[in-house]
């Protein structure tokens, strides 16, 4: 309104663009004409418009955390705790990240996130299924959360265990 420009950028072939996303700054005091600060919407919409940026953060976790929950957890129908809940924070900007399912013999019984493209935090959901679609037995199982820093290359993991239940 006041013909005054605060802000502009300039797109080249260095933008991580990608069709049908938008692409959204980290935070708010960098530099818009710098493509690295800049990367893909990771909010399951591909888009936030009208909302806080799927890749913002107030500042990076100096090393990485991850939390299951409900642990133990029973995905039996009945309504409570039937979805485990995995919730971290990552000491990178965005990262890829995999999660994968061991049975406590060392097989692997599901993957069910695979260089998902994330932001700095977020949750990921296990509704107690193996890889086939059908559900997993109870016991014990070993979790492994890896993300990989999409800028360096850098990489951290997480290994920890869930036990699945079910009423008797």
């Known amino acids: 309104m006041t013909g005054t420009i605060i802000d502009s950028l300039t797109y080249s072939e260095n933008w991580p663009l990608m069709e049908g996303r938008s692409t959204e700054k980290f935070r708010t005091d960098y530099l818009s004409n710098d493509s690295s600060r800049w990367a ?3 909010d399951i919409h591909a888009m936030t418009p009208g909302k806080k940026n799927s890749i913002f953060y107030e500042s990076l976790a100096p090393s990485g955390l991850v939390s299951y929950k409900p642990n133990p ?3 039996d129908g009945d309504g409570r705790d039937d979805q485990l809940t995995i919730r971290y924070q990552l000491p990178y900007e965005q990262a890829a990240v995999t999660l994968i399912i061991f049975d406590v013999t060392g097989r692997k019984i599901a993957t069910p996130y695979w260089n998902q493209v994330s932001s700095q935090e977020g949750l990921l959901y296990w509704d107690g299924k193996r890889a086939n679609g059908d559900p997993a037995r109870i016991g014990i199982y070993i979790f492994k959360f890896e993300a990989r820093d999409i ?9 920890q265990t869930v036990v699945l239940a079910k009423p008797l």
């Open 40 to 42: 893909n919407s990771v």
């Open 73 to 75: 957890f029973s995905p």
């Open 151 to 159: 800028g360096t290359g850098q990489s951290w993991e997480d290994i």
